[in-house]
T-cell receptor
Framework: DTGVSQNPRHKITKRGQNVTFRCDPISEHNRLYWYRQTLGQGPEFLTY????????KSRLLSDRFSAERPKGSFSTLEIQRTEQGDSAMYLCASSLRTAAGYGYTFGSGTRLTVV | AQTVTQSQPEMSVQEAETVTLSCTYDTSESNYYLFWYKQPPSRQMILVIR??????QNATENRFSVNFQKAAKSFSLKISDSQLGDTAMYFCAFTYTGANSKLTFGKGITLSVRP
């Protein structure tokens, strides 16, 4: 078990381009979460999966954002037509369904810079 | 809606001394969990300590302990014998049993430990 893995660690893109991030959770964890963290702020919830089902999406997740978790394993977060306001750290976390009160295991994040 | 407030943006402490980080929250839920997470510079977020709301006893983890005041909706973190490795951002977070483990975070506090 190598923990939660996120790739890439850093991404610089031009405004208007599409980007995709990947998250590989801990293998036995059936819940997977995406959060966004801007400089000097706490993480904000974006969306969450239980196995392959996307069960909740935040209003922060505009139409330009889409997340998938095929086969309930890894997950991808895609941002289309990036804007400068999308610049942030995107964090992935996973947990066991029965461990709601035990917090998550976080990945190291993907830092997105839109220029 | 649940809110978590960390009103101190920065704190500094001398190595080996004790420091207390403040957190207040607002909720109408009765069954919930509170957490403190640590985010070192450019490193992933890790769980420091957790508290179950139905337990009156304050949680402790080695040098870390909490002062949980349920009526006042206060959840402070005490770090004893501060070490240089404690330098990080610290986030207070909340979830309730019906929230699918979705965490609500405060804005965080930057703690610097001086040698």
């Amino acid at each position: 078990d190598t923990g939660v893995s996120q790739n890439p660690r850093h991404k610089i893109t031009k405004r208007g381009q599409n980007v995709t991030f990947r998250c590989d959770p801990i293998s036995e964890h059936n819940r997977l979460y995406w959060y966004r963290q801007t400089l000097g702020q706490g993480p904000e919830f974006l969306t969450y999966f239980q196995n392959e089902a996307q069960l909740e999406k935040s209003r922060l997740l505009s139409d330009r954002f889409s997340a998938e978790r095929p086969k309930g394993s890894f997950s991808t977060l895609e941002i289309q037509r990036t804007e400068q306001g999308d610049s942030a750290m995107y964090l992935c976390a996973s947990s066991l369904r029965t461990a709601a009160g035990y917090g998550y295991t976080f990945g190291s994040g993907t830092r997105l810079t839109v220029v | 809606a649940q809110t978590v407030t960390q009103s101190q943006p920065e704190m500094s402490v001398q190595e080996a001394e004790t420091v207390t980080l403040s957190c207040t929250y607002d909720t109408s839920e009765s069954n919930y969990y509170l957490f403190w997470y640590k985010q070192p510079p450019s490193r992933q977020m890790i769980l420091v300590i957790r508290q179950e709301a139905y337990k009156q006893q304050n949680a402790t983890e080695n040098r870390f302990s909490v002062n949980f005041q349920k009526a006042a909706k206060s959840f402070s973190l005490k770090i004893s014998d501060s070490q240089l490795g404690d330098t990080a951002m610290y986030f207070c977070a909340f979830t309730y049993t019906g929230a699918n483990s979705k965490l609500t975070f405060g804005k965080g506090i930057t703690l610097s430990v001086r040698p």
